[in-house]
T-cell receptor, first 115, second 116 residues
């Protein structure tokens, strides 16, 4: 069964710093990996989608990488801002054949950017 | 486009009551999903649908039912509410075309359900 782990569980940094959030998964037979942002009491906002054949994706100050063979992904946030404060979720779509056709989520990294 | 919409936003149920959580998407997506999110836990897949008339169980389907009569709507039914169903419920959708690539999932704002 696929398991997704996100480290750290929480992170607090001063504004302006560059930071990296980590995601690991146990089964490398994935279709894709998706990073989300969740604000308190809100739904999930899709940030980046990396297909299994891709190594990275970029959107503005965000860059996500994927190393499928080692079961790892990182989300790099450049020049962090207080508005980046949120919980960041990593999820994989896998080929494990469990019969359920959806995403397997990590528990998230709660990020606080101090002004 | 409104994207994925869910109603209601909040609901309190008594044990044994029934209710339907509504989900609608206007993006003409063929795939739709229901997830639940419990505090400190990752989202878990309840049910999903790959098209109108086709539904299947996810990881945690017990206590729930779904139907998909149209492309746009995917309601989730709780028949006999239990305290263990207290959670935040999210509906999502995506488009799966030919070619083997799964596209990104778009989520609704969620329904916060409390069963007392």
């Amino acid at each position: 069964k696929q398991e997704v782990t996100q480290i750290p569980a929480a992170l607090s940094v001063p504004e302006g710093e560059n930071l990296v959030l980590n995601c690991s998964f146990t089964d490398s037979a994935i279709y894709n990996l998706q990073w989300f942002r969740q604000d308190p009491g809100k739904g999930l906002t899709s940030l980046l989608l990396i297909q299994s054949s891709q190594r990275e994706q970029t959107s503005g100050r965000l860059n996500a990488s994927l190393d499928k063979s080692s079961g790892r992904s990182t989300l790099y946030i450049a020049a962090s801002q207080p508005g980046d404060s949120a919980t960041y979720l990593c999820a994989v779509r896998d080929r494990s054949g469990g019969g359920a056709d959806g995403l397997t989520f990590g528990k998230g990294t709660h990020l606080i950017i101090q002004p | 486009n409104a994207g994925v919409t869910q109603t209601p936003k909040f609901r309190i149920l008594k044990i044994g009551q029934s209710m339907t959580l509504q989900c609608t998407q206007d993006m003409n997506h063929n795939y739709m999903y229901w997830y639940r999110q419990d505090p400190g836990m990752g989202l878990k897949l309840i049910y999903y649908s790959v098209g109108a008339g086709i539904t299947d169980k996810g990881e945690v389907p017990n206590g729930y039912n779904v139907s998909r009569s149209t492309t746009e709507d995917f309601p989730l039914r709780l028949e006999l509410a239990a305290p263990s169903q207290t959670s935040v419920y999210f509906c999502a959708s995506s488009y799966q075309g030919a070619g083997g690539f799964y596209n990104e999932q778009f989520f609704g704002p969620g329904t916060r359900l409390t069963v007392l």
